[in-house]
């Protein structure tokens, strides 16, 4: 059964064999009607998704709920975004919490960053800040890119915790080397303006590239201020990494 999921996995992705989500599907759907939880998993993720498949959210959520009644993490997790969308199953705040809360309990990141959010903005439960913060947490330690550029920011604010721009700097820094584009470009400007952090005109430069390469405007303006300042050698070091970036982009996109 596991090895069914397994050729499932190899006709979804493509890995070895010609990609094919028709492929993907029959194999899943063997290993599903045997039980097995990740084929299930598999199964609500290609009918909510639309993949070899047309999109049917009634079906997504039927085999979701047979992966999450065996405690599958993601489908427990997908099930309960499906509960707080109302796509597919009725509208459902509170089994979207539970839910979230057993995926969560499993290291589900997802999971906990939703009750993160559910916490903060007080949808089916009192607002309650500092458990919404220890949700972001949990996320953020676990590599959740959004929940990371949070906790920078409330690091960088001061909202929630004491105002710390050396925890704000380093969380900042995980998010922009996983590509978030804000914080990319706070980065920048702690770099270019000394906030919190040492002036590096270098790594500020590096930074507002990076931030305009993913659509952050603004990050322009700032770079050219920026260059008015740097010596040729920074100059030169700051240019270097540009355009090793989009080449390293380009190939890893071909």
Excluded at 8 to 36: C, D, E, T
Excluded at 67 to 93: P, T
Excluded at 97 to 111: D, E, H, M, N, P
Excluded at 137 to 162: I, M, N, T, W
């Amino acid at each position: 059964v596991g090895a069914q999921n397994n050729i499932g996995l190899m006709y979804l992705h493509g890995h070895g064999i010609a990609q094919n989500f028709r492929q993907a599907m029959a194999w899943f759907g063997k290993a599903a009607v045997r039980g097995n939880a990740a084929a299930q998993s598999n199964l609500g993720m290609l009918y909510g998704s639309g993949k070899g498949v047309p999109r049917n959210d009634l079906q997504a959520a039927l085999w979701y709920r047979k992966a999450a009644e065996q405690s599958y993490a993601k489908a427990q997790y997908y099930l309960g975004l499906l509960c707080e969308q109302g796509h597919g199953v009725r509208h459902d705040i509170s089994e979207a919490i539970s839910l979230y809360r057993k995926a969560a309990a499993q290291g589900q990141v997802r999971a906990q960053y939703s009750l993160g959010l559910i916490y903060e903005k007080g949808q089916g439960v009192a607002a309650d800040r500092p458990q919404a913060l220890a949700w972001y947490r949990q996320a953020a330690e676990h590599g959740h890119v959004k929940a990371q550029f949070v906790l920078g920011l409330r690091y960088d604010c001061g909202q929630d915790v004491p105002q710390d721009h050396q925890e704000a700097f380093s969380w900042y820094c995980k998010a922009g080397e996983q590509n978030h584009p804000r914080a990319q470009f706070n980065l920048g400007l702690m770099c270019g303006y000394g906030h919190g952090v040492s002036i590096d005109l270098v790594q500020a430069h590096r930074w507002f590239t990076l931030a305009e390469l993913h659509g952050v405007a603004k990050a322009a303006t700032h770079k050219m201020i920026l260059e008015a300042q740097m010596r040729p050698e920074q100059l030169r070091q700051a240019r270097v990494f540009a355009r090793d970036y989009v080449e390293r982009s380009k190939a890893a996109a071909a």
